[in-house]
């Protein structure tokens, strides 16, 4: 009895202080449609953090899940795609790619008609996993749908009750709730201070200190004058937000979701996003018919709470010539991130830097003294918006020639395109250019001369992204590096292909190429790098790494870049990056059976490394970085995703100075 208690001790002991993830659970269940048709209905419970890539994703991205079902020589009929649930896209800045992902739940369906009597159906699941900070190498789950019993047949091969009801053909299974409100806030701030921004153009400054004492001298006492104030500002706020639920309802949650990934919806994105700087930079005004405003004011004249709220309709429409391209352009971007919410939220926020001005200058009206008078400043807000509108334009285009793999709009050719832009914004600022609504400017005050000079500041910043400069500060705007026509800097020369280029020189060690954009020498192969590692007498790092790896990514982009790591890298250590995703098949003297998986092959590369990482280090995620000697002994303890430089050099200056 104590033996077995000892055992289970230890056994508890080593899981718990093992990193052997596992973060998704898959379980299966089967909805008869008829005799010989059935929905095969696969769910993905994934934890808390993590996220799984969907079905399709573009090439170049992370591995998508991937479904394969055995037709039994075709006994078996697959009818369609396996569909799947609605998800999450996000504009991805690691790869400069749309990627939809799963969080916490997954149900993707799959409809079969058997030919034959079958108890059961097999498949497969490959899929691919990350968090915040770390990914799992593809992982390959066997699928088993029971056809015969109304069970659900789980990963480990238990069986729970469960009924399986008849249903129509044509109806389709229900979904679980998944709306994430990640970026809700960030929609939020972005359309308050867009707000702001509003407030501040010829339209709606001006109105005000008329509305306010408006409001003031028709009330008979200050409170009832604050009241309807404040009822004036909730008006507004009521507006603005019905117009983001309408947007909401027309598009609806599936048709929001594919703005981000849908080529045609970028393309007229950035014509609508053209047309609105257009405006703003003075070429024609966006007015909506006189006729809709004189009704309006016609009912405003009613008074009472509907006259109020009408009254807030009509500045609606009456500043709509400068509100209106703030307006498209917060609906467009909150539209395409993909959540059904995120328009309401805009214009919520929106809405509500609108609105407040009205109820505070109500309450306090001796601050309206305060206010700077209106003149040619306002126009200048007005410019300087249809400069950022005409930038922004060029973000949804590229988004579309990425979808398509143009390479019209390429990286060095977008960053041109944003140095000519905020150059001439720097110009503007400076007085050197007027447009056509511009007051003649006889000096620049103070603030316009601070604002030019951090335009032009950033216009320089971005030059040095023509010859390979990472851009840190932008790097959500413009494409990947890769996707340019010099990936690696100018007179560097691209070679081979994937995500992962490879440098090919005549002097170099067998097996090593120079991994860019920073030609650090890399081995992908375990034994010959060990091998020159011992021949030279430098210590090994190991970098269990993925061509499909996010943060491993932004460890080579903003770690790995930076001089003292990058002198480690190329002089102290002989650097062995192992692909856990590497699809390329094993020789066949190589092809084992798994250890992990007993019955199952090896058949790629990337199993073996991922193999390899796991028994030996009892951990499966990446990045995972190892230091150790000829004898692979670990120098210092193993480290995953460490985004602290400072951090990063002290573990590998620590691990080196262990070396003998």
């Known amino acids: ?129 990350c968090d915040d900070s770390r990914c799992l190498p593809p992982t390959e789950v066997d699928l088993v749908f029971n056809l015969a019993a109304n069970t659900l047949v789980t990963e480990d091969g238990t069986n729970t009750k469960e009924t399986v009801r008849t249903i129509p053909e044509n109806e389709t299974g229900p979904f679980p709730e998944s709306g994430s409100k990640k970026g809700l806030w960030g929609i939020f701030f972005i359309a308050f201070l867009s707000g702001f921004a509003a407030l501040l153009t010829p339209c709606v400054f001006p109105m005000i200190p008329m509305t306010v004492s408006f409001f003031t001298k028709q009330s008979k006492n200050k409170a009832k004058g604050i009241r309807n104030a404040i009822i004036y500002g909730i008006s507004i706020i009521v507006i603005y937000v019905l117009l983001g639920t309408l947007v909401s309802l027309i598009f609806g949650a599936d048709a929001l979701n594919a703005l981000s990934t849908n080529v045609w919806f970028n393309v007229a994105f950035f014509i609508l996003l053209l047309v609105f700087a257009a405006s703003f930079l003075g070429a024609f005004e966006i007015m909506l018919p006189h006729s809709w405003a004189n009704k309006v004011d016609r009912q405003a004249d009613r008074g009472g709470l509907i006259g109020i709220f009408f009254m807030a309709l009509a500045l609606a429409i009456v500043s709509f010539s400068c509100t209106g391209p703030i307006v498209g352009t917060l609906l467009v971007e909150a539209a395409a991130g993909g959540n059904q919410i995120g328009p309401i939220i805009g214009m919520l926020g929106f809405s509500l830097a609108i609105a407040l001005p009205f109820a505070l200058f109500a309450a306090f009206p001796g601050w309206l003294n305060s206010l700077p008078k209106s003149g040619g400043w306002l126009n200048t807000v007005k410019v300087v918006l249809g400069f950022l509108e005409l930038a922004l334009a060029f973000k949804f285009l590229s988004n579309a020639d990425l979808v398509l793999q143009l390479h019209w709009l390429e990286r060095e050719v977008f960053i041109s395109i944003w140095i000519a832009i905020f150059g001439a914004l720097a110009f503007y600022l400076f007085g050197k250019i007027r447009l056509p609504h511009d007051s003649p400017v006889t000096y620049i005050s103070v603030g316009r001369l601070g604002l030019g000079l951090l335009v032009l500041s950033f216009t320089i910043y971005m030059v040095p992204g023509l010859w390979g400069a990472p851009l840190n500060l932008i790097s959500a705007f413009p494409p990947p590096q890769h996707y340019s026509e010099s990936p690696y800097g100018v007179g560097h020369t691209q070679l081979g292909s994937g995500n992962v280029q490879e440098g090919n020189h005549d002097d170099l060690p067998d097996g090593a190429h120079l991994m860019p954009p920073h030609n650090i020498l890399t081995f992908n192969d375990y034994g010959k790098g060990l091998a020159y590692a011992k021949k030279v007498g430098k210590p090994v790092m190991i970098d269990f790494t993925g061509h499909a790896c996010v943060n491993c990514r932004k460890m080579e982009q903003n770690v790995w870049i930076k001089p003292k790591i990058l002198d480690i890298l190329k002089n102290d250590v002989v650097l062995i990056s192992l692909y856990v995703d590497d699809k390329r098949p094993l020789e066949a003297g190589e092809v084992v059976e798994s250890k992990l998986k007993p019955g199952k092959k090896l058949k790629y590369i990337g199993q073996k490394w991922s193999e390899l990482q796991t028994i030996k280090y009892k951990t499966n995620s990446q990045p995972f970085y190892v230091l150790m000697d000829h004898n692979e002994e670990n120098l210092i303890e193993p480290v995953g995703y460490t985004p602290d430089v400072e951090e990063y050099y002290t573990w590998l200056k620590t691990g080196i100075s262990k070396f003998e």
């Open 1 to 129: 009895m104590k033996k077995t208690v000892l055992i289970l001790v230890l056994v508890y002991c080593s899981n718990m202080f093992s990193q052997i993830l596992d973060p998704v659970k898959w379980s299966t269940s089967v909805e008869k449609i008829s005799e010989t048709k059935y929905k095969l209905i696969t769910k993905a419970s994934i934890e808390s953090g993590w996220h799984l890539y969907a079905q399709n994703v573009p090439e170049g991205g992370p591995i998508p899940t991937t479904f394969t079902y055995d037709d039994e020589g075709g006994a078996i009929k697959i009818i369609g795609n396996t569909s799947e649930d609605e998800g999450h896209t996000v504009d991805d800045p690691v790869f400069g790619m749309m990627i939809k992902f799963f969080e916490k739940s997954a149900v993707f369906e799959q409809t079969i008609e058997v030919s034959e009597d079958k108890k059961a159906v097999n498949g497969t699941v490959e899929f691919m996993v």
